[in-house]
T-cell receptor, first 110, second 114 residues
Framework: GQNIDQPTEMTATEGAIVQINCTYQTSGFNGLFWYQQHAGEAPTFLSYNVLDGLEEKGRFSSFLSRSKGYSYLLLKELQMKDSASYLCAVGPGGYNKLIFGAGTRLAVHP | SAVISQKPSRDICQRGTSLTIQCQVDSQVTMMFWYRQQPGQSLTLIATANQGSEATYESGFVIDKFPISRPNLTFSTLTVSNMSPEDSSIYLC???????????FGPGTRLTVT
């Protein structure tokens, strides 16, 4: 079966660092994606990992361990505008569909 | 990336009617997809829109309920047929560009069925 788990909600303080975890079990694997979705808006692409290790992109970093079926998104120097839902998605095979997790709602407080 | 537009942005429809949603991309794309996002939930893939052939539907979605057209590489439509309140949702199209792995999403169509 296909299963993607991530925490439902998280809170953090402005200026801090937060790590959002994602574990997955899929019948195939062709990459792990992180998206950001502000309320009432479409998801926007943040990162893509297909090999083990850390990918850094400004304040955001994403890590992947394929053997453990595990990824995390690391957000540094949090800003109020980072309050959003963060969606973990897996490409289970081929280059077609994405399977999304339920999303983690992050609230950043002053 | 690509610039994706959807029409309408929102609509309120009566039970039993149908609504066609349009998705337009500013460049030719290989892959186009339709997703549904029910209130407070994540995205669920409805189907892959194939250019020049029938769409590929995911489990739980059927062509009679969600007919899809894709006449060319920049345009697709999704029809939600014989609507019921359970179809109230946000419908999003997405595209994957050649030589890229990520998908880019349109702004979505917010549908309310009364």
């Amino acid at each position: 079966g296909q299963n993607i788990d991530q925490p439902t909600e998280m809170t953090a303080t402005e200026g801090a660092i937060v790590q959002i975890n994602c574990t997955y079990q899929t019948s195939g694997f062709n990459g792990l994606f992180w998206y950001q979705q502000h309320a009432g808006e479409a998801p926007t692409f943040l990162s893509y990992n297909v090999l083990d290790g850390l990918e850094e992109k400004g304040r955001f970093s994403s890590f992947l361990s394929r053997s453990k079926g595990y990824s995390y998104l690391l957000l540094k120097e949090l800003q109020m505008k980072d309050s959003a839902s963060y969606l973990c998605a897996v490409g289970p095979g081929g280059y077609n569909k994405l399977i999304f997790g339920a999303g983690t709602r992050l609230a950043v407080h002053p | 990336s690509a610039v994706i537009s959807q029409k309408p942005s929102r609509d309120i429809c009566q039970r039993g009617t149908s609504l066609t949603i349009q998705c337009q991309v500013d460049s030719q794309v290989t892959m186009m997809f339709w997703y549904r996002q029910q209130p407070g939930q994540s995205l669920t893939l409805i189907a892959t829109a194939n250019q020049g052939s029938e769409a590929t539907y995911e489990s739980g979605f059927v062509i009679d309920k969600f007919p899809i057209s894709r006449p060319n590489l920049t345009f697709s439509t999704l029809t939600v047929s014989n609507m019921s309140p359970e179809d109230s949702s946000i419908y999003l199209c997405s595209v994957r560009l050649a030589a890229q792995y990520e998908q880019y999403f349109g702004p979505g169509t917010r549908l309310t069925v009364t």
